[in-house]
C-alpha cells in the first residue's frame, strides 16, 4: 500500500530564510510523487511532480524538490522564504500500478514564515 | 482556461437532510475525482470517474454518500441524511486521463457543516 509521511506538523521560518519540508514515501513500486501548496480559504495548487524523470525537480515560486529511493524521501524546499510561502503543504503519493491516479496525502505541513 | 469549478462554495444543512454537491471539470479531461478533508481525518479520496463510470468508489465512507457524472463532464455528489461527522470541505479535481503522473487540478471546494 501507498503512504507517505509528513514528519513535521507546523514549521516556522524567517523570511528570507531557507525552508526545508520534510517527507517520506512508502511504496513497492516507483512512485508519483507531488507538492501541493493550499493557501488559507484557497483550493489545492500543484507546486511540482516526480514522475521518474529527473530526480530534482523544480516547481513554481522558487520551490524544489529531490526523489531519493534509497532514503525514500522526496523533502521541498526553497532557499530563500517568502512572507506569501505561508500555508498547507501537502506530500502526495499516486501508485503507478493503480487504473484510478487517485492521490493520497500526507498530514499537511503548516509553514509559518516571520518578519 | 477555465479551472474546475464547485458550487454552492458553502452548505449549512441540518442534521438528517439530504444535500448535492456540484463539480465541473476542465474540459476535456476525462477523469474526475471526489476528496474530502476534514479536521481529524485530513485529505481523502471519495471517488473516481473515468468519463460516465465510477470504477473506484473504494473511499465513499457509507451507502448514504453516492455520485454521478453526466456528459463526461459536470458531476453531483450526494449525501443522504447528512450527519455530523459529515461535516468537511468536499473537494473536486480532473485531470486529462486519470493515471498516476497526470497533475490533478482543484476546484475551490464546498465547505459543509451540518448542525
Known amino acids: 500500500a501507498q503512504s507517505v509521511t509528513q514528519l513535521d506538523s507546523h514549521v516556522s521560518v524567517s523570511e528570507g530564510t531557507p525552508v526545508l519540508l520534510r517527507c517520506n514515501y512508502s511504496s513497492s513500486y516507483s512512485p508519483s510523487l507531488f507538492w501541493y501548496v493550499q493557501h488559507p480559504n484557497k483550493g489545492l495548487q500543484l507546486l511540482l511532480k516526480?514522475?521518474?524523470?529527473?530526480?530534482l525537480v523544480k516547481g513554481i515560486n522558487g520551490f524544489e524538490a529531490e526523489f531519493k529511493k534509497s532514503e525514500t524521501s522526496f523533502h521541498l524546499t526553497k532557499p530563500s522564504a517568502h512572507m506569501s510561502d505561508a500555508a498547507e503543504y501537502f506530500c502526495v503519493v499516486s501508485d503507478p500500478t493503480s487504473n484510478t491516479g487517485k492521490l493520497i496525502f500526507g498530514q499537511g505541513t503548516t509553514l509559518q514564515v516571520k518578519p | 482556461g477555465a479551472g474546475v469549478s464547485q458550487s454552492p462554495s458553502n452548505k449549512v444543512t441540518e442534521k438528517g437532510k439530504d444535500v448535492e454537491l456540484r463539480c465541473d471539470p476542465i474540459?476535456?479531461?476525462?477523469?474526475l475525482y471526489w476528496y474530502r478533508q476534514s479536521l481529524g481525518q485530513g485529505l481523502e479520496f471519495l471517488i473516481y470517474?473515468?468519463?460516465?463510470?465510477?470504477?473506484?468508489k473504494s473511499g465513499l465512507p457509507s451507502d448514504r454518500f453516492s455520485a454521478e457524472r453526466t456528459g463526461g463532464s459536470v458531476s453531483t455528489l450526494t449525501i443522504q441524511r447528512t450527519q455530523q461527522e459529515d461535516s468537511a470541505v468536499y473537494l473536486c479535481?480532473?485531470?486529462?486521463?486519470?493515471?498516476?503522473?497526470?497533475?490533478?487540478?482543484f476546484g475551490p471546494g464546498t465547505r459543509l457543516t451540518v448542525l
Open positions: 516526480y514522475t521518474s524523470a529527473a530526480t
Open positions: 479535481a480532473s485531470s486529462l486521463f486519470g493515471i498516476s503522473t497526470d497533475t490533478q487540478y
Open positions: 474540459s476535456g479531461h476525462t477523469a
Open positions: 470517474f473515468q468519463g460516465n463510470s465510477a470504477p473506484d
